[in-house]
């Protein structure tokens, strides 16, 4: 048993008929289906489909064999997405299964013939003979080897556009990542400078709360068409291709299209609504609203029955695994996920299908409007409702906090051999100086807008710039009074040492991480 690899594994086998009529032929192997107990999903003059029963590996096989000139091609192709890209030999022992029981079924038949002619004919001419052209593998079997999936053809226009921009930018997003670098270097440009314009770079289009809401919008678009690695790249083309081939040809081009972009919008608003301050990129958020569009046709039974019945266990499978994975990887953007799963159901569900509740039976334009209202409504409710985070903000506040803090720790390093006036000194520029300034740090990031975790840690350094500037003070008066408030000076410090040491305990029990 040999495994078929690729894209989409399928083995096809072309068999000479000669004298033989099809007709005869396409009996045969109609009950020869039935007899293996495969689910018949169109038979005509033309040809026959069916599809095997369901398995662990392959979810169900599309078998189906279609008369052209002198020839009957026989062809087992897998219908969901494969794991490792394989078929696990299943298609070619299908077509081995099927020749053994033609010949069952040809000797059985001998007597039969001229009763099952006239059956035959009179049940394919109330059949569709075009119904090749519309079964959910139609585009999908033209696709000859890689490079058809990047040429638009009837039923398959937008699919290749948004493939070829999808790696198109990724491409010259790499290619700027390389050569800015190299160019500033020729350039002398100062090393520091390189890091800042190479890290705006490396975030170049990403999606982030906090620049959306202050005004790039239109990053909700470009971060779909941007990509982590070639691996993410290549994983999430690989099923935006499959979507592809499966839904342009029965949605048409226009809905596919405003399903993919919708989605992927209304998945970076939900990615923004849910993380404070992470960057994301990447087309998944979007191609799962392509996932929810291909729910929503499988659950209101928009393909043939038996075909609908092995791409909803198919796609079920996959979006488990995707959803698992995301929840178990700090890198996966599940939010995004979720949210373009969800749109993607609904704005199909609208697009496609008529409702009792509508007159879009009468207007199809009530169709699209209802989507435009409900994008709407959902982005203002995102934009009007999200908190708009100053992290980063904060942590340059917090990054002059800490160098104060060290500098202070140096007051305590005062040689008691200084003259009074060296100490005065030492302590003002040791302890006044730096506590003071932290005082006016801690005011600046009292009118920050912080989550809960920042929050608190404002809190505690705020208290912690309130009794260092008392402890500075008391050594100021020690100091000058020769050390007449020794004791209170050593409370005080002693004091001090602990809030620290509380400060640190306290944010350590945190169990969210600092955005970063």
């Known amino acids: 048993m040999s495994i078929s690899w690729g894209y989409s594994p399928k083995v096809e086998k072309f068999i000479p008929l000669s004298d033989f009529p099809s007709d005869k032929y396409l009996i045969i192997v109609r009950q020869a289906f039935e007899n293996l107990g495969w689910k018949l999903s169109h038979v005509s003059e033309s040809g026959i489909i069916a599809y095997t029963p369901l398995s662990f590996q392959s979810y169900s096989e599309e078998v189906t064999v279609r008369i052209h000139g002198n020839f009957a091609v026989v062809k087992s192709e897998c219908v969901g997405m494969q794991l490792l890209f394989n078929d696990y030999g299943k298609n070619e022992a299908n077509l081995e299964k099927l020749f053994h029981e033609f010949e069952y079924v040809q000797y059985h038949l001998s007597d039969q013939w001229e ?3 006239r059956a035959f004919h009179e049940f394919a001419e109330k059949q569709d003979d075009h119904y090749f052209e519309k079964a959910p593998l139609a585009v999908k079997d033209k696709m000859k080897n890689v490079f058809y999936l990047f040429a638009p053809r009837k039923g398959y226009i937008a699919a290749p556009i948004l493939l070829g921009l999808n790696i198109l930018c990724f491409f010259a997003w790499i290619g ?3 050569a800015t670098p190299m160019f500033l270097v020729a350039r002398q440009v100062p090393p520091e400078e390189i890091t800042r314009l190479f890290t705006e770079l490396n975030v170049m289009g990403s999606l982030n709360r906090k620049l959306v809401l202050e005004g790039d919008y239109w990053r909700l678009l ?10 993410h790249l290549f994983f999430n083309m690989y099923a935006f ?9 029965k949605i048409g081009w226009k809905k596919f299209l405003l399903i993919y972009v919708l989605s992927g919008i209304c998945a970076g608003l939900t990615s923004i609504a849910y993380h404070e301050n992470i960057y994301t990129v990447g087309a998944s958020g979007a191609i799962m609203g392509l996932f929810g569009a291909m729910l929503a046709l499988l659950l209101n039974k928009f393909f043939e029955s038996n075909a609908n019945k092995a791409l909803l266990v198919s796609t079920v499978f996959v979006l488990g695994i995707m959803l698992i994975n995301g929840s178990l990887s700090a890198r996966v953007d599940n939010a995004c996920h979720l949210g373009g799963l969800i749109s993607g159901f609904v704005i199909t569900y609208l697009l496609v299908f008529d409702h009792r509740w509508s007159v879009n039976r009468v207007y199809p334009a009530i169709k699209y409007a209802s989507v435009v209202v409900l994008f709407g409504v959902f982005s203002y409710v995102i934009f009007a409702f999200t908190t708009v985070y100053q992290h980063e903000e904060f942590f340059k506040l917090k990054k002059q906090f800490d160098i104060n803090a060290f500098i202070f720790n140096r007051v305590l390093w005062m040689k008691a051999d200084y003259a009074k006036d060296q100490k005065i000194q030492h302590v003002y520029s040791f302890g006044i100086r730096p506590s003071k300034a932290n005082l006016a740090v801690v005011e600046k990031m009292g009118k920050l807008k912080l989550n809960d975790h920042l929050t608190l840690d404002r809190k505690l350094r705020t208290a912690i710039a309130k009794e260092t500037y008392e402890a500075a003070e008391l050594l100021m008066k020690d100091v ?15 004091n001090l040492m602990k809030m620290q040491a509380k400060f640190r305990d306290s944010l350590g029990r945190i169990s969210s991480p600092l955005p970063q």
């Open 241 to 249: 291709v499959y979507l592809g081939l499966m839904l342009e040809n």
């Open 222 to 231: 470009s971060y779909q068409f941007l990509h982590g690695s070639f691996r």
């Open 480 to 494: 000058k009074s020769d050390h007449q408030y020794r004791k209170q000076v050593s409370e005080k410090i002693t």
């Open 176 to 178: 700027l990542l390389i």
């Open 115 to 117: 009763e099952q002619v």
